[in-house]
């Protein structure tokens, strides 16, 4: 049997987005290794907990991975593992890369500067303008534009990729073949035959309320440096450029006006320290001072080797920081220090108060790098409605919430806006699920539960409920709460 079939089997059994993963690809020669160990040897490895060692020892499972694996033959989905000499080795610079990747199309080889271009899902026609010219003329001149396929600002960068004739990567929060954003379907399919969509799960998978975010970490490590064109203050671009910023990367943001709500976050970069850009001219210029920008963008060997001993660097946000005893205010242009304290809107911004508050510290570390390890975050689901900005009030007690907590409330809830009636799902999960799966769908809720109890209340033995959880997982009609409970994730 493929080794790749063991890779989607040990997915199945912890989780496709594994927290481990760096230590048991440190630690095993392969997944096949993994499924043949005993739990002795699965004990001594010293990775596991119980739990974990529970599902391992499951081999029912395989079943399930083939399956999968059948799938994305089908769909023209080729699976590259970790183990592959096609597996892109920048993403191994992530604390926990995946076992592997789902990539329709063709991952482009280039030497070239790679640019992640971000921004929010509900831009303004300027904001779609400028990210569509940016990375038009930055493909123009041999630059790779990577982005995640969303409405708004990712669309567009894609666009103006193919536009200039080059090629773009899309990196999905869900499966290649999932229906979610209908409308970008036309989009997906020209971009796999002038580039590539990646994504980390199976071709049906349906996005969950963590898979943004994780989706982020991959546009991330496949860059060189990260664009955030126009982000409001609860974009999930901010959540791009702090992973970008915490794996080395340079971090560029488009200035915006101080009465752009779009552009608050974005903005909030800027005074952190980031690289201002208002063309492609300005990236092109921190990579390559001593070249003309109408030349090519492609790399020879010294500049490669420039980006290497760059990268080894400390020269993203991790350095960006706001000295001590220093008022960001006195370091503002005259006219933004008069507009800011005029406006009552900006004066009490929460924004600003915390950037003070984080004296000598990195400020996006601080604010948006700490809602990551949030998994109830979930700044790219809001499909249907414009998220609201929270009302700034001039009392100290909200003055002094951080980033983090104005970022839960604009995004709360917005999980919803993918969920259905419960009825529906159930008339096409016959078709798609085991009988034991059904079973075990009807029992969980919105409500965290563990095996142990499903396994009480419907009489069946521990190694089938956590067989017929993991198939609910794949299919995103159920998720992990916690480290060991469940609950349903209605669609």
């Not at 083939?66 to 970790?82: D, M």
């Not at 080894?312 to 800011?340: C, Q, W, Y």
């Not at 700034?392 to 009636?421: H, P």
């Not at 209340?457 to 992990?480: C, D, H, K, P, W």
């Amino acid at each position: 049997m493929d080794n790749t079939v063991y890779t989607i089997w040990l997915e199945n059994c912890l989780g496709i987005v594994c927290r481990k993963s760096k230590d048991i690809i440190n630690s095993f020669e392969s997944s096949r290794h993994i499924y043949e160990s005993s739990e002795i040897e699965l004990r001594q490895a010293g990775i596991f907990s119980n739990n974990e060692i529970s599902r391992l020892m499951n081999k029912n499972s395989l079943e399930l991975a083939q399956r999968i694996y059948n799938r994305a033959q089908e769909t023209g989905n080729r699976i590259i593992s970790v183990l592959s000499n096609d597996y892109p080795k920048r993403l191994m610079d992530l604390d926990y890369p995946p076992f592997l990747i789902y990539v329709k199309g063709e991952i482009p080889k280039t030497n070239g500067l790679k640019v992640a271009v971000v921004g929010s899902r509900e831009a303004s026609m300027v904001g779609r303008q400028t990210a569509f010219d940016f990375a038009y003329n930055l493909s123009k001149f041999g630059a790779l534009v990577i982005s995640g396929g969303a409405e708004g600002i990712d669309s567009q960068a894609h666009r103006g990729a193919l536009q200039a004739g080059a090629r773009t990567i899309c990196v999905l929060g869900c499966g290649s073949e999932n229906s979610y954003n209908k409308k970008n379907l036309p989009l997906r399919r020209e971009i796999t035959l002038h580039g590539a969509v990646i994504s980390e799960y199976p071709p049906d998978a349906a996005p969950a309320e963590r898979s943004f975010p994780e989706r982020n970490r991959i546009i991330a490590a496949l860059s060189d440096c990260c664009l955030v064109v126009e982000a409001g203050f609860g974009s999930g671009s901010l959540i791009t450029a702090s992973k970008a910023a915490k794996l080395g990367r340079k971090i560029f943001a488009v200035p915006g006006s101080l009465d752009n709500p779009h552009s608050e976050g974005s903005n909030m970069l800027l005074t952190a320290g980031a690289i201002g850009a208002v063309t492609h001219k300005d990236i092109f210029k921190w990579f390559y001072p001593e070249r003309k920008t109408s030349e090519s963008g492609k790399m020879n060997a010294d500049e490669v080797d420039k980006m290497k001993r760059m990268k080894s660097r400390d020269t993203a946000m991790d350095s960006l920081f706001i000295p001590e005893g220093i008022d960001n205010e006195n370091h503002m242009p005259e006219k933004t220090v008069k507009k800011r304290r005029n406006n009552s809107h900006y004066s009490d911004a929460p924004a600003a108060e915390n950037i003070k508050q984080t004296a000598g510290k990195s400020v996006i570390e601080k604010s948006a790098g700490r809602a990551i390890e949030k998994p109830v975050i979930n700044a790219e689901e809001d499909s249907e409605d414009k998220t609201r900005r929270p009302k700034m009030s001039t009392s100290q007690k909200q003055k002094n919430r951080s980033i983090e907590e104005l970022f839960n409330e604009e995004v709360a809830g917005s999980e919803k806006k993918i969920s259905g009636n419960d009825k529906k799902i159930k008339n096409n999960l016959a078709e798609m699920l085991t009988k034991n799966a059904l079973s075990v769908y009807d029992t969980i809720s919105g409500t965290p539960i563990d095996a142990d109890t499903i396994s009480n209340i419907l009489g069946m033995e521990i190694n089938v409920v956590l067989s017929a959880l993991t198939e609910l997982e794949i299919y995103g009609f159920a998720e992990r709460s916690g480290v060991s409970k469940y609950i349903k994730n209605q669609q």
